[in-house]
């Protein structure tokens, strides 16, 4: 069953006086519930648009974006919220943590006023993604891979149906990589999650159902 479907999307972003950039032009791309798909390219590409395109967080200059065959702008700004909150999951390339707060507050903060077993929940990521010894910590006290950790983390709190992985692996030694890899892996097999990730990594490619490369604005699939 498909998820998540991009029909014919371009996205232009204007620039200088009164010219444009057109990043994506035309892309088309299925995701199916518990498929994971890797999207790689040359940076500057496009993947990180594409990524905030299939999320909700950039919309289209044109063409559609539907989540189970509907809209995801076809009930307005507030529909488009509340659908993001539930069902998608973003892990930013530059983490997007709160300052203020710990690891623990940072991976509670998107289920603060939803889950009454938020807390447990949190404890249980921290734990998987292994962060326990420092889950008080505030990200300025944190390495980098650890602070990707818990924006893992953070992007799972509320369980949701799909997941935006952006070079989620990108800071983390073999070891750390290979275990949020398989958490995510294991997300989409055994608990039927989608997952969309951007990788430069061609074995962690490899490890996807879908392989796709952006090129000159456009989604070529990659073997
Ligand atoms: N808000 C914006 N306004 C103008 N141009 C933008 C905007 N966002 C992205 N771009 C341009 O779109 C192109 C694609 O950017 P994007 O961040 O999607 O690339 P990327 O493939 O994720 O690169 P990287 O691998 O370096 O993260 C770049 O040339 C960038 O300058
Ligand atoms: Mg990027």
Redesign the pocket.
Known sequence: MKVLELNNVSKS???GHGRR?E?LTKVSLTVPAAGTVAIS??????????LNVIGGLVQPTDGEVSWRGKSIYADGRAGLTRWRSEAVGFIF?AYHLMPELSARENILLPAAFRRRDAAALAAELIEQVGLRERADHRPAELSGGEQQRAAIARALINDPALILADEPTGNLDPANSEAVLALLLDLARKKNKAVVL?THDAAIAQRMDLRYR?VGGKLETNL
């Open positions: 972003f204007p620039f950039i990043v390219g040359s940076s500057g590409s496009g993947k990180t648009t594409l390339q951007v952006l």
